[in-house]
């Protein structure tokens, strides 16, 4: 009867154990330097065309490949991302503008958690409006065993805005200024 449950449940994309295999924690918890991460949710998927499982931790998302080589992206380095229904990614970007991604076979609650633990990292977003457009600066707080005090201060220049500007980086840097001194 265990099995029939075990294949129904394989059928219908429902995970049976609500942890990824310990070769895997190993690899999450090598990559993070969490001892024992705390699971917040999982799937598998790929990842530039290799198997991975994606494991969402306090700290971040952890991708381990079937080798146990791991990768992880902290929460509050995450610019932008979110869930492609249509390619069954999720996917995300820094501040550098470099992206990638994770196509997920059996995404489970990874989307929702996702977008739940980035935008718990922001602790202050506010637009800046200049000549030519509009900045955004936004204060971060690392999430899990990473938290500390300390707030990560970023400005990203949405369309027209121009950050080497003199008056709109006069601009950007007395309002960080101001935002620092409220966020302590």
Known sequence: MAQLWRRLLDAIGA???SHPDPQVLTGVSAVTGVPEPHVLAWGTGRHDGRP???VAVDEGLALVGADGEAAAVAWHEVVRGGWRESASALWWTFL???????ELDRPGDL????????TASIVVREPVPTADGTVVIAGRR?????????????AIAGEGADLSDPDTERRVLERT????????
């Open 142 to 154: 690392r999430l899990g065993s990473l938290a500390g005090q300390d707030i990560l201060w970023t």
């Open 15 to 17: 995970t049976s154990s």
């Open 52 to 54: 991975v499982t994606a």
């Open 111 to 118: 989307p929702e958690v996702f977008n739940d633990r980035v």
């Open 177 to 184: 200024a101001e935002l620092r001194k409220e966020w302590r």
């Open 96 to 102: 550098d503008e470099h992206s990638d991604e994770v």
